[in-house]
Nanobody, 126 residues
Framework: VQLQASGGGLVQAGGSLRLSCAGSGDTVYTYTMAWFRQPPGKERELVAA????????YYTDSVKGRFTISRDNAKNTVHLQMNSLKPEDTAVYYC????????????????????WGQGTQVTVSS
């Protein structure tokens, strides 16, 4: 599957953005899809994930209640709705895919995902 991320931009603190990850070459519904982010000078971290062919979702603690991951099967796209954005959310955001889910998505790292889109920059000003 090929992934194309979009939707980043500059927003003030408290604002919202919606990121999109469009799939091609295969159906994203069959994959576990995720969003990672990499702040400047820091490691890439898992932000949210949604189970392939299922409804399970995962969110890292810092975004719970503010971010929502979802799929639009008709458009073969995964979204990340980001509300109440904070300056610490500033990062390059990447979408990624892997075949399977696990009971401990909090242990996933970049190495666990085989397919990646290009990054999209999100900048939140204070």
């Amino acid at each position: 599957v090929q992934l194309q991320a979009s939707g980043g931009g500059l927003v003030q603190a408290g604002g919202s953005l919606r990121l999109s990850c469009a799939g091609s070459g295969d159906t994203v519904y069959t994959y576990t899809m995720a969003w990672f982010r990499q702040p400047p000078g820091k490691e890439r971290e898992l932000v949210a994930a949604i189970r392939g062919k299922g409804v399970n979702t995962y969110y890292t603690d810092s975004v719970k209640g503010r971010f929502t991951i979802s799929r639009d099967n008709a458009k073969n796209t995964v979204h990340l709705q980001m509300n109440s954005l904070k300056p610490e959310d500033t990062a390059v955001y990447y979408c990624a895919a892997r075949w399977s889910w696990s009971v401990q998505p909090n242990t996933w790292s970049s190495a666990d995902f085989a397919y990646w889109g290009q990054g999209t920059q999100v900048t939140v000003s204070s």
